[in-house]
């Protein structure tokens, strides 16, 4: 399809050969469910990655760092390519320094390499998102008015808990940071409606659709994204995990209203993140 319109992927991470040497046993397990496992394990370059962008269809994408993927793998993919992706940085502050060089480091990132928001996957940790030692990075965000894009619902591995995925702590989040802009990454599920129930609840929230095909998004989940939640539902894919053709496709067959695609691929985005600042 034809659009008038950028489309904006808010999910995807730089996957080169090196990052092999990032993943622990424990998560590997994971690749072994999508038939492009051994493709991801064999890394993928950045011109590769902009050529299936280019091939489905998608204009840009918000890049991001995580737990196994590094700072400096984000801050090359936005470097070459600045018109295509816009970074957004992962921390840690269980250093044994403290909470205050994660901070540091997440000021480096917005102020000097244009990052525009902070993503953590709290499972990675074992740790809730309300953990006292989060709440400076929480803080800092604000300050920096950029987003908070944070993993929700079930893990993929199963080495790791699903606790920490609860959407009821980004409620607790929303309620001690109402200035502070969250988008729920991985649509909640299997706590789907109070995912719902939290985006409904705060205008400050939004919910991506990352490590989920279309045609697997949760019955309440289409519901909301074709009514009363249009302006809180945003497309992500979760490259290389999920590929970026199939992602795209099945949007097609949700039976969205040419408002509603726009504001799923495009609108809600950049609203989000700011994107148009």
Same mark, same amino acid.
């Given at each position: 399809m034809s659009e008038q319109f950028m489309i904006i992927d808010a999910w995807v991470q730089p996957w080169p050969a090196e990052i092999t040497s990032y993943i622990p046993a424990r998560n590997s397990g994971m690749l072994d469910r999508f038939s492009h496992g051994n493709r991801v394990l064999a890394g993928i370059t950045l011109e590769e990655m902009v050529a299936e962008m280019d091939?489905?269809?998608?204009?840009?994408?918000?890049?991001?760092?995580?737990p196994l993927v590094?700072?400096?793998?984000?801050?090359?993919?936005?470097?070459?390519?600045?018109?295509?992706?816009?970074?957004?940085?992962?921390v840690d502050p269980w250093s044994p320094d403290g909470v205050m060089?994660?901070?540091?480091?997440?000021?480096?990132?917005?102020?000097?390499?244009? =990052?525009?928001?902070?993503?953590?996957? *709290? =499972?990675?940790?074992?740790?809730? !998102?309300? /953990?006292?030692? @989060?709440? *400076?990075?929480?803080s800092e965000s604000v300050e920096l008015d950029i987003m908070l894009q944070i993993q929700v619902g079930g893990t993929g591995p199963a080495t790791y808990p699903s606790e920490t995925g609860r959407p009821?702590?980004?409620?607790?989040?929303? #309620?001690?940071? !109402? /200035?502070?802009?969250?988008? +729920?990454?991985?649509?909640? @599920? *299997? @706590?789907?409606?109070?995912? #719902?129930?939290? +985006?409904?609840k705060h *205008?400050?929230?939004? #919910?991506?659709?990352?490590?989920?095909? !279309?045609?697997?998004? !949760?019955a309440a989940f289409v519901h909301f994204l074709k009514t009363f939640g249009r302006r809180k539902c945003i497309w992500a894919s979760d490259w290389p995990i999920q590929e970026f053709a199939p992602s795209l496709k099945g949007v097609d067959e949700l039976g969205l209203s040419t408002e509603g695609r726009k504001l799923f691929l495009h609108d809600n985005a950049v609203e989000a993140f700011r994107l148009d600042r």
């Open positions: 091939a489905a269809g998608i204009d840009h994408a918000l890049c991001s760092a995580g590094p700072n400096n793998l984000v801050e090359e993919a936005v470097g070459r390519y600045p018109d295509r992706f816009t970074g957004i940085a992962s060089p994660a901070v540091r480091e997440l000021r480096r990132l917005v102020r000097d390499k244009g =990052f525009r928001g902070l993503k953590l996957e *709290p =499972f990675i940790q074992d740790k809730v !998102p309300t /953990e006292a030692q @989060w709440y *400076p990075l929480y009821c702590y980004v409620d607790r989040i929303a #309620i001690d940071f !109402p /200035e502070l802009r969250i988008v +729920a990454g991985h649509i909640g @599920w *299997p @706590w789907t409606e109070e995912m #719902i129930a939290v +985006a409904v *205008p400050n929230v939004w #919910i991506d659709t990352s490590a989920h095909l !279309p045609r697997y998004y !949760p």
